[in-house]
Each structure stands twice: as structure tokens, then as C-alpha cells.
Nanobody, 123 residues
């Protein structure tokens, strides 16, 4: 069983940066692609970014390209999401998710999810 824990969320002004972390409790994380999704009440869950099993490939949603960077540290079973140039539209609960195999952008393809971390960006 893979357990995921997100951290790093909080309140930030527009234009600032935050770094989110996703820590996994199981070594099987190293065989998994990992993605970040975000969601606000009443809205569909949105794909943000994903990283491949070995960290060599990264995929980003259109709304965050050029501003966010995803990376993973295989040695400590942790995936990071560096968020720069934040805007109020980035406000959401951010979730880390994993699946065995390669990157997908469909949230239904991910089997393991963290509890989420709130990111709030003020104007």
C-alpha cells in the first residue's frame, strides 16, 4: 500500500513562489509515475503536472507551463512541485497521486492519492 503525504501549501501573494512536496511511505513509489492535480469546490479536478518513473520526463498542464516545475528525488521517495509566478487562479487544493507505469493526464488512471494541501494566492 502506497501512502502519500503532501506538504508545503499555504498563503502567498500573487507573483510569489511556493514549493509543494509529496512524500511516499513505500518503495513501490519508485516504480510509479507521479502527478499533481488541483481542485476547488464545484470545479473539476485539473491536471497540473506529472513526472515519469525515472524522473526524465515531465508533462505540464497548459495553465502552468513555464511557471511550474515538477521533479523527483528517488533516493527519498519524494516529488516536488515548484510553483512560480503564482496567480489567484492557482488557488486550489493540490493533490499528489501515483500509478504504476508511465505518465497519464487522466485522474481516473491514478490509484493512490494524498489528502491534499491548500494553496491560496491573494491578489
Amino acid at each position: 500500500q502506497v501512502q502519500l503525504v503532501e506538504s508545503g501549501g499555504g498563503l502567498a501573494p500573487a507573483g510569489a513562489s511556493l514549493r509543494l512536496s509529496c512524500a511516499a511511505s513505500e518503495r513501490t513509489f519508485g516504480r510509479s509515475a507521479v502527478a499533481w492535480f488541483r481542485q476547488n469546490p464545484g470545479k473539476d479536478r485539473e491536471f497540473v503536472a506529472a513526472v515519469s518513473v525515472n524522473g526524465a520526463r515531465q508533462v505540464y498542464g497548459d495553465s502552468v507551463k513555464g511557471r511550474f516545475t515538477i521533479a523527483r528525488d528517488l533516493a527519498i521517495n519524494t516529488v516536488y512541485l515548484q510553483m512560480n509566478s503564482l496567480t489567484p487562479e492557482d488557488t486550489a487544493v493540490y493533490y499528489c497521486a501515483s500509478r504504476e507505469g508511465f505518465i497519464r493526464e487522466d485522474d481516473s488512471m491514478y490509484h493512490y492519492w494524498g489528502q491534499g494541501t491548500q494553496v491560496t494566492v491573494s491578489s
